[in-house]
């Protein structure tokens, strides 16, 4: 397939494409490489997908007019796997315009852009456990209202859900929405949790510990969610006689707290934690759990790799990247 892939300098889209390009699909991949995180990881992950003769990248912001039919270069694609986005709950209170750019401005171009994309087959797209807030009741069904988020971040995926689903009623766009827990990994993401813990450990610091350390969330493998996506992306869009959009949850449907966390992070790395428990900021829910029938059926879901094999390869990878002993 020729797939056409926003935020592929991204943690998942980094992961999803090497997995792609690996089973001899050839990718286009647009990403602006902003410095929310620190970009030299981005462009390492970069470097790794340039290695392959079917990867073509272009530095471009998804949310500029114009942009992605420039990026496409003439060229027909059967499938896009939208991942480009401003993520993190917490940086919402600081730039909520980010969010309002990216992942709405920027959700719109794609839709715009898929639309009128001659012979697209498929739109896949990225949304987060983030929509479901915190009155949903455990484990999360994506048959839950979901209209009560509490971080921005969270409504702003919750709308760019509801923006497809109009797409997919006014013009026929077959779109799939995934909305994924707390995904973690090697070349993951140092604005998260298992991230600076991991980094603060290593280095003696204190780690802050919002709500008690038990805030839970349903961690899931990188592993897991790539096989996920391949999925996916590989099995034509069933004939439907309804709207043409659907959601899934992607998780381990296996939430742990985040002392749980903390204590795998010390088995892994050796070391002895020093918490300092504190107030958190708004936009944190209590908890994450998805449950994954729906994706189970329908593309035989089922995560392999719990949190205490995840984290020791986490780790691993953390030493190699920073070349610590
Ligand atoms: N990692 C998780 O736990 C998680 C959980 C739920 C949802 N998600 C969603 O999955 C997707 C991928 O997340 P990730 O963890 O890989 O995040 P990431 O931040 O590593 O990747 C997103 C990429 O999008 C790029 N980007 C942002 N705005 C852009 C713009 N306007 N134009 C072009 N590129 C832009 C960024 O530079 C970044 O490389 C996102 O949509 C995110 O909201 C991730």
Redesign the pocket.
Same mark, same amino acid.
């Given at each position: 397939m020729n797939i056409f892939l926003?935020?592929? =300098?991204? +943690?998942?889209? +980094?992961h999803t494409a090497m997995a792609l390009l690996g089973r001899g699909h050839r990718i286009t991949a647009?990403?602006?490489?902003?410095a *929310? !995180?620190d970009?030299r990881l981005?462009e390492a992950r970069l470097a790794e997908l340039q290695k392959n003769p079917g990867f073509r990248f272009v530095r471009?912001?998804? =949310?500029?007019p114009g =942009?992605l039919a420039a990026a496409a270069g003439g060229e027909r694609y059967d499938l896009i796997l939208? %991942?480009?986005?401003?993520?993190?709950v917490r940086y919402a209170l600081k730039d909520p315009a =980010?969010y309002t750019?990216?992942?709405l401005?920027?959700h719109h171009n794609v839709l715009e852009f898929a639309r009128t994309h001659p012979g697209l087959a498929h739109l896949v !797209?990225?949304?987060?456990?983030?929509v479901y807030g915190n009155d949903t009741v455990a484990p999360f069904s994506e048959n839950a209202r979901a209209d009560k988020p509490v971080s921005y !971040?969270g409504a702003t995926?919750r709308a760019g859900e509801l923006l497809s689903y109009s797409y997919a009623g006014l013009y026929g766009l077959k779109q799939t929405g %995934?909305?994924? +827990?707390?995904? *973690?990994g090697p070349f993951?993401?140092p604005?998260?949790a298992y991230w600076s813990f991991t980094d603060l450990i290593l280095k003696g610091q204190p780690i802050p510990v919002f709500g008690g350390g038990k805030l839970r969330r349903d961690f899931?493998y990188i592993d897991d969610i790539v096989a996920a996506l391949v999925r996916i992306v590989e099995t034509p869009y069933p004939q439907a006689d309804d709207v043409p959009h659907r959601v899934y949850n992607l998780g381990n449907s296996h939430p742990e707290d985040v002392l749980g966390l903390i204590a795998t992070i010390e088995q892994a790395t050796g070391k002895k934690a020093i918490i300092n428990h504190t107030e958190g900021p708004a936009g944190d829910v209590r908890e994450t759990y998805a449950d994954i029938a729906r994706a189970a059926a329908d593309f035989g879901f089922a995560p392999h790799v719990p949190l205490s094999e995840g984290i020791p390869r986490f780790v691993e990878w953390f030493r190699q990247y920073h070349n610590l002993p």
């Open positions: 926003t935020g592929g =300098a991204g +943690f998942i889209g +980094f647009v990403d602006e490489v902003n *929310y !995180y970009p981005k471009t912001d998804i =949310a500029a =942009a939208h %991942l480009a986005a401003q993520a993190g =980010a750019r990216s992942n401005v920027g !797209y990225a949304s987060s456990s983030s !971040y995926k %995934l909305r994924f +827990f707390t995904v *973690y993951g993401r604005d998260m899931t």
